[in-house]
């Protein structure tokens, strides 16, 4: 709009020749609920903007979320190049299918899937929709089995911990099956093998498993369920496939903890998500679901798209999407290697498992994620005379973002303050953050103990 002549000969003068912020549009309100009669140069309208981003916080401090706030500049450049580009237009841009194919080869790999298996999947928007897909897939055999025998088919169930994401709630409640929600107890945050060989029949669809808890870091016992499964299928015929939602897990364990079994090895895991821009280590969104066989998903599910030119199966919730975090997953892959998100890993393993031991010394948290598993630290606070929300709000004044939030029931009694250690969280943030936790603890012991000496005050007169 700006380039040609005609548009610059209508500017107005200000506009050509005053500096951004000297032009009119900085004195005037910018239209935030009507779309605005005219336009403003480019300029403006960016500078605009930018600065009203600079109210959101800084992702460098953001311990709350698991998501990516970092990656190299290459992946940057590619992530750039691929913008234009619709995922879905896939005859016109084959070579971003052929690449989402081997990021589902190596996951597959990297899940153990056996040699017998022929494994597929498809990429998402994050591992929400990969858990919808998923479940979908589970509903749907459950149904053709429920039918082939003649049952009835209209009362579905699925069974998981009340340890799980939002979004399996969201699946129940969306997609009509029943949820068989297992309560934490007071004082362990993840469910058993027991408690789900309890609720599970022959409606279930699917049981739910979590490597890696959105409240504690936590892992809930993929191999006992599975073991549980497994019997239930013999002595009942019950044939439950397990789901297990490796948000952030399935990209740590595979690294940290090779030797543990809570994937593809397990019989009865039939499918898994992984959130591409959690530990995937990619900016969001990008998440993928793999599932050990194509037979654990129904063919009927998948369509075939041909109005693109071509033919292809496309098995998603919505249709358009960008390329671009794709091609970012696989440029970390063949960037870092197996050795390269190793030794992430661990970096981020180190510098959690420091920062628990720092804060547990202080006397003044109880750790509840003990053994530090996942990079993070989630606490609660030991007889102190302020809450975990006034330490969360007050570590926000030095611009930390670090959340405090209630567990699930029957632990909703339980206020925790969570920090996720990310690959950019150097010793040194860690330092630095622990000095202002002790700060502010010793701020709000202050100001307490002021209320106090007042209130004693004030009954003296
Ligand atoms: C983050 C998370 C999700 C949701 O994943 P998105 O990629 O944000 O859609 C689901 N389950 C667990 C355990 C998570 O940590």
Redesign the pocket.
């Known amino acids: 709009m700006l380039s040609n002549k005609k548009n610059l000969d209508k500017m107005k003068k200000e506009d050509k020749e005053t500096t951004i912020y000297g032009s009119r549009y900085f004195a005037k309100g910018i239209s935030k609920y009507v779309m605005p009669d005219e336009g403003m140069p480019a300029r403006a309208a960016y500078q605009l903007i930018h600065d009203e981003m600079n109210l959101d916080g800084n992702p460098a401090l953001n311990l709350a979320s698991?998501?990516t706030t970092w990656m190299e500049p290459e992946a940057e450049q590619l992530i750039n190049e691929s913008l234009d580009k619709n995922f879905v237009d896939n005859d016109e841009y084959p070579q971003t299918e052929v690449i989402q194919s081997r990021i589902i080869n190596m996951l597959a790999r990297l899940f153990n899937a056996p040699e017998d298996c022929e494994s597929v999947g498809t990429g998402?928007?994050?591992?929400?929709?990969?858990?919808m897909l998923a479940l979908l897939a589970h509903k749907w055999t459950w149904k053709k089995r429920r039918q082939a025998e003649g049952k009835p088919y209209d009362k579905p169930n699925i069974v998981m911990g009340a340890d799980?994401?939002?979004?399996?709630e969201k699946f129940a409640l969306y997609f009509d099956v029943e949820l068989k929600l297992i309560p934490l107890k007071e004082d362990i945050y993840v469910i058993s093998a027991e408690d789900v060989a309890a609720e599970v029949d022959e409606n279930t669809i699917a049981v739910g498993a979590?490597?890696?808890?959105?409240f504690t870091g936590q892992m809930d016992p993929v191999k006992e369920i599975n073991d549980a499964l497994l019997k239930i299928k013999e002595e009942k015929g019950w044939d439950i496939p397990m789901h297990v939602?490796?948000?952030?897990?399935g990209f740590i364990v595979p690294f940290l903890y090779p030797d543990m079994e809570w994937d593809f090895r397990l019989e009865q895991v039939r499918s898994i998500?992984v959130?591409?821009?959690?530990y995937g280590l990619v900016y969001?969104?990008?998440?993928w679901l793999v599932f050990k066989d194509k037979t654990d998903i129904p063919e009927e599910l998948v369509f075939d798209i041909n109005y693109l030119g071509g033919s292809m199966p496309n098995y998603s919730l919505n249709f358009s999407k960008g390329s671009s975090t794709i091609i970012a997953q696989y440029y970390n892959f063949i960037r870092l290697g197996y050795d390269g998100y190793k030794s992430i890993m661990e970096n981020m393993s180190e510098n959690a498992k420091y920062l628990s031991k720092k804060l547990k010394e202080t006397g003044k948290f109880e750790i509840i994620n003990k053994n530090t598993t996942f990079p993070l630290v989630a606490l609660t606070l030991k007889n102190s005379n302020f809450t975990t929300y006034q330490l969360s709000d007050k570590l926000r004044e030095r611009g930390w973002i670090i959340p405090a939030y209630t567990l699930p029931p029957n632990a909703e009694d339980v206020t925790v303050l969570r920090m996720v250690i990310k690959e950019t969280f150097s010793r040194d943030m860690v330092n630095m953050l622990f000095d202002d936790i002790m700060n502010v603890c010793e701020k709000l012991e202050e100001s307490f103990e002021e209320e106090h000496r007042k209130e004693d005050h004030s009954l003296l007169y």
């Open positions: 698991f998501v998402t928007i994050g591992s929400s929709e990969a858990i799980v994401h939002t979004v399996w979590v490597v890696g808890t959105t939602d490796g948000a952030s897990g998500n959130s591409g821009h959690k969001p969104g990008i998440g």
